[in-house]
């Protein structure tokens, strides 16, 4: 008896155990070390670390270069949950309406086509569309008569952001529109028909059937969203150089980056980690408690 | 069942197989008795991409016990990827560096060999380069690197965009040079002069030369200094004054360009002038349009008090890690890498100036080549290029500042302001 009540025990506990150890060793202790370097100055060259208390917090809040990239993060966030969660459903409920279907395999793959690319292609590739001189957009606003609109994309401090916000949008939407289709796959054909008796026009059915239904997913998807809007990295690395002009596109993620691997103050690099993960803790409460995620 | 049974294990079988065959070349090497060297470099951009293959298959091919695993990225990558690997136990045996601060940071680390006995040892290979070239890897009498390339940084211009104009006589002012592009911009140049202004490194090839122009030398050896930089001079402003005003004539797009690409428009003759690399001689030299230029030294400030016939450059070259598990190994690929005969290849075929004496030839090279190092040994001396020359965190905010003036996003006093604190952060932290 005793022994199947020890093994009724150490059964799960044996089933947790790999997950536990390896989620202790590649997550929580790097998270654990992370605040402890926070309180350190050092260099990523030598050995030598000199502990500093709360100093790089201070310094956290003179830094005008943590303001412009909270900026700019929310800036990322805001347009992506727009875009990619907002429209992303929009698109997905278009290809899933029944008069849409027989296109809807076609625009399917071309709006997911983007996210099996690399996101350091796309940054490259779109490096070429905003060339200011024989770059396609600008050439493009020239061959339709808004050649005034033409500039320096990526060289202006007033659009380098914004450009490169949209090309995440580009490579990501498709994404997002695909969890959506799943989602909304998933909504029994028979509400629809209800609605449709009971004569709800289109828009009225997306709002009242579709959307209370793929809430699990808008939750989900906003998640993934805003926290991705505030570890970006790649594309303001890649399209402007590292956030420029100056720090015009800097991200939270780059300034990180930098301030670890070309400044060479990896203890200030650490304490830049600790806000991103406190404000992808927050969001996550935040959005958990906002739509009551796990009630469903 | 039994089909989902089948498909697991031929699946398992494929992945199984994939993972066996993309093992790391080392562990393959490994397996087939050979020693591997890592090997990490800065050009992966013709022809020194090429360049560079041959020389690790030739290596290779006289040395069957040795397989070097090659890896490159260009420039500002290269300088903050160096640095992870450097802060990491993965430092690459064989390694480029760039020469004077760059060069000290990596040394600070600990884990660059020293190259004292291997000099000591082998005199032929220690009396191969330029004497003057080697300093800049020396710290405290210790040498931790050997140049291969040596540098410097001109203003050129095509010598038919300039006829065009009417221009004849190169500046020997600032002043002068902003007559020469007024005239340019009157006769249809609406830019006479630009730079690849997204590219940090840029900026700061351009903010050495006219800081070490106007400034007396006292003045910037203190502030160079780490535990004495304060960057109060009124002169900083005044540099950085006349760098916008160089930049008001590159036109709107400067801050989005790269210096390659700069570089591209100057050579397909578009452009009138640019402040270029002397190795990149090479690419006028392999283009087809091969635009017929002069250049000149950065002239002087008429109110300057620096020596106005120093030339901006300096010497890269090579470093040893001392972590290295096959340390005789490495020191065979290094010698290959700065051997004579492989430096006479280097100019052939890259067409850039090497340290090497003796490699650089009639044969090997090209006319504006031979100029290029009958320059470099005819100025009064070499000032190191600016990132390379202050603390990183001074360089960026100059960097990343002129940036900022450039695209209208700062002014000049914020700017100054800015790498007066990032110096006083420096200072606190070297004399703590």
Known sequence: ?296 | MFKKIVAITIMMAVLVSFAAATGSSEQQAAASGKTTIRFFHRWPMEPRFSYFNQIVAEFEARNPDIKIEMDSVENDAYKEKIRVLISSNDVPDVFVSWSDSFAFNLVKSGKVRTLNDMLEKDKAFANSFIKSQIGPFTFGGITYGIPLTIDGKVLVYNKALWTQAGITKEPKTFDELLVILDTLKTKGHAVPILEGLSNAWAISHYQGTMLQRYLPAAVLARDYAEATGEFTHPGYKVVLERFQKLVDYMGPNATSLTHTEVRNQFIAGKLPMMYMQLAEFAYIQASATKPDFGYFNFPAFSDGQGDPGLLTGAPEGFMMSNTSKNPEAAERFFKFLLSKENAYKFVKDVGAPVAVLGAVTNENSYPALMDAITLINNVSGSAPWFDNAVNIKVADAFMRGSQAVASKDKTVDQVVADIQAAAKVVKSEATK
């Open chain 1, 1 to 296: 008896m005793k022994l199947r009540q020890l093994k009724a025990v150490a059964q799960p506990l044996g089933f947790i155990l790999p997950c536990m150890i390896m989620l202790g060793l590649f997550v929580y202790y790097p998270l654990v070390q992370n605040f402890i370097f926070s309180s350190f100055r050092f260099s990523a060259f030598s050995p030598e670390k000199i502990f500093i208390g709360f100093e790089n917090y201070k310094t956290l809040f003179t830094d005008e270069i943590v303001v412009t990239a909270l900026r700019n993060n929310i800036r990322y966030a805001v347009v992506s949950v727009l875009i990619q969660v907002c429209f992303g459903l929009v698109l997905a409920a278009i290809l899933e309406d029944r008069v849409f279907r027989r296109f809807a395999p076609l625009f399917r793959t071309t709006f997911f086509l983007p996210v099996v690319i690399s996101v350091s292609v796309v940054c490259l590739l779109f490096g070429f569309v905003y060339n200011p001189i024989d770059g396609l957009l600008n050439k493009f606003l020239e061959l339709i008569g808004l050649g005034s609109l033409a500039r320096p994309w990526l060289g202006s401090g007033k659009t380098a952001i914004w450009a490169t916000i949209a090309v995440s949008q580009w490579h990501s939407t498709g994404y997002i529109m695909m969890l959506f289709i799943v989602a909304i796959q998933k909504i029994p054909e028979e509400l629809y028909e209800a609605a449709e008796i009971d004569g709800a026009g289109k828009l009225r059915q997306f709002f009242v059937i579709t959307l209370p239904q793929v809430k699990e997913m808008f939750f989900v998807s906003s998640v993934i969203t805003v926290t991705g809007s505030f570890m970006v990295f790649n594309e303001p690395y890649i399209l402007t150089k590292g956030g420029g002009p100056g720090t015009s596109s800097i991200t939270i993620g780059v300034h990180m980056y930098q301030s670890g691997f070309f400044k060479d103050m990896m203890g200030y690099a650490s304490t830049l980690a600790v806000v991103i993960f406190l404000i992808s803790a927050f969001f996550a409460v935040i959005q958990m408690t906002a739509f009551k995620s796990g009630e469903d």
